[in-house]
Each structure stands twice: as C-alpha cells, then as structure tokens.
C-alpha cells in the first residue's frame, strides 16, 4: 500500500495518517491476478483511497473504478510510499529451476541488491574469462588446454579458500605475501604487453596491492586488498 504519481489529484484523498495502497500484480497467471485483484479492492476498502499498478492496464480498471489511482509505472506508484503490497505468484516458477531461495530479509531493497551482486558476478567472471583465454591464446597456449585449466580452476580448492579469508576478513595466517604478490602483477602485465593482449582486471588488482601496501597491509596475505573496496565503500 502507499501513494504515487498522481495520487494528489485523486478525488479521494487520504486524511492524516491513513493508509494509501499501491499493489502489483503478476501479468502472466490468472490465479495471481485474481488474487491481486482480491487483495487490492479489500486494501482499497480498508483505505482512504490508493495507488495502483499492473503492466495490463485493464486488470487494475475495476481499482480505478472504486476511487484507486492507476500509476503508469512502478516507480511512480511507489514514488513517496508509506506501505507498499506486492503479490507475484512465483514461488512455484522460481523454484522448478533454482537450487533454492534465499530469504535475503527485511531490509528493503536488499533483495534487489543481492540480485545485482549476484549478476555482478556473472558479468564480471565472464569478462575475467575472456582475458584469460586471450592471453593464453596471444602468447601461443594451446585453447582447448587453456581452457581445461580454465574448468578445473573452478572447483579448486584455494578459490574457496579466496572466499573464506576474504568473507570472514582473515588475513594474518599468510598464504602469499602481499609484496611477492605485486611482483606477481607485474609479471602478468609485462607478459600481456609483450602479446598485446590487455588485461585490466591484473592491473585493477596490482592498483589495489599498491594502496593495500601504502595503508600498512603489507604483512598480510595478500588477499587482503580487498580491503581497499571496503574502504572505498566506507566500510571499516
């Protein structure tokens, strides 16, 4: 339930304090829509007045007929929202082709965030994928070896190891040391130049070796500049 776009000029206003509904409904299945439409009309009684969405304008025709506002978009009948009611009947679709659902909480948004992260991650390894096959192929690594390599780097088990020291932020047992690590970098960036072959997510990780020693993280592992997200984000 809440205001939106357009609310004001609706001829029901809300007196102070009362509740202005804003719901959405699944547009691909009928028994979500029907139980959308229950829900609203019962939302829209229980209310001054209220501000609906759906993406098939005439499932929200009878809300409007009852005094509720139609919002163009989601974004505007939420817009200054107090309370909002969904009702997306995909719970059933979701789980057919998921390993599971996460109830992320209730933090708002959180959700949606999760959801970017995540996708994040996709974009992101897909990318780092193409670097290293690149690479390997500029400077004359057979690709179906590289690519092998490339399969089995995914379920080893210092890439779980990664996540573990970086999730939990322990840095001190040192499996390879920061400096050594830069040294590393440097290596990897000669290399790619020599073949013409960039690779820029090396050189964002050297950036971030770099200033992870300038801030006194030198004796930790050297993991450990991902701290430099954090403290770019404003963490501590």
Same mark, same amino acid.
């Given at each position: 339930?809440?205001?939106?776009?357009?609310?004001?000029?609706?001829?029901?206003?809300?007196?102070?304090?009362?509740?202005?509904?804003?719901?959405?409904?699944?547009?691909?299945?009928?028994?979500?829509?029907?139980?959308?439409?229950?829900?609203?009309?019962?939302?829209?009684?229980?209310?001054?007045?209220?501000? #609906?969405?759906?993406?098939?304008?005439?499932?929200?025709?009878?809300?409007?007929?009852?005094?509720?506002?139609?919002?163009?978009?989601?974004?505007?009948?939420?817009?200054?929202?107090?309370?909002?009611?969904?009702?997306?009947?995909?719970?059933?679709?979701?789980?057919?082709?998921?390993?599971?659902?996460?109830?992320?909480?209730?933090?708002?948004?959180?959700?949606?965030?999760?959801?970017?992260?995540?996708?994040?991650?996709?974009?992101?390894?897909?990318?780092?994928?193409?670097?290293?096959?690149?690479?390997?192929?500029?400077?004359?690594?057979?690709?179906?070896?590289?690519?092998?390599?490339?399969?089995?780097?995914?379920?080893?088990?210092?890439?779980?190891?990664?996540?573990?020291?970086?999730?939990?932020?322990?840095?001190?047992?040192?499996?390879?040391?920061?400096?050594?690590?830069?040294?590393?970098?440097?290596?990897?960036?000669?290399?790619?130049?020599?073949?013409?072959?960039?690779?820029?997510?090396?050189?964002?990780?050297?950036?971030?070796? #770099?200033?992870?020693?300038?801030?006194?993280?030198?004796?930790?592992?050297?993991?450990?500049?991902?701290?430099?997200?954090?403290?770019?984000?404003?963490?501590?």
């Amino acid at each position: 339930m809440t205001g939106g776009s357009g609310f004001e000029n609706s001829p029901m206003q809300p007196s102070p304090g009362s509740v202005r509904p804003w719901v959405r409904a699944s547009p691909s299945q009928s028994s979500g829509s029907d139980v959308w439409a229950r829900a609203s009309r019962r939302a829209c009684c229980v209310a001054v007045a209220g501000c #609906v969405f759906n993406r098939t304008a005439d499932k929200a025709a009878p809300l409007v007929a009852d005094g509720a506002t139609a919002a163009r978009t989601p974004t505007g009948a939420a817009s200054g929202a107090e309370v909002v009611i969904t009702c997306l009947r995909v719970c059933p679709c979701i789980e057919a082709y998921s390993i599971r659902i996460v109830h992320v909480g209730t933090t708002p948004g959180g959700a949606n965030s999760l959801k970017l992260a995540f996708n994040f991650y996709l974009a992101s390894i897909a990318e780092l994928f193409g670097q290293f096959l690149a690479f390997t192929e500029t400077s004359g690594v057979d690709h179906e070896i590289a690519t092998q390599v490339l399969r089995e780097l995914q379920d080893h088990p210092g890439t779980a190891g990664y996540l573990e020291r970086i999730g939990g932020r322990d840095f001190d047992d040192v499996g390879f040391e920061m400096t050594t690590g830069l040294k590393d970098l440097h290596l990897m960036l000669s290399a790619a130049e020599a073949v013409r072959s960039p690779l820029p997510y090396a050189a964002i990780v050297r950036d971030g070796t #770099v200033t992870a020693l300038a801030t006194g993280l030198g004796d930790k592992d050297r993991s450990a500049f991902t701290e430099i997200a954090r403290l770019n984000s404003g963490l501590h």
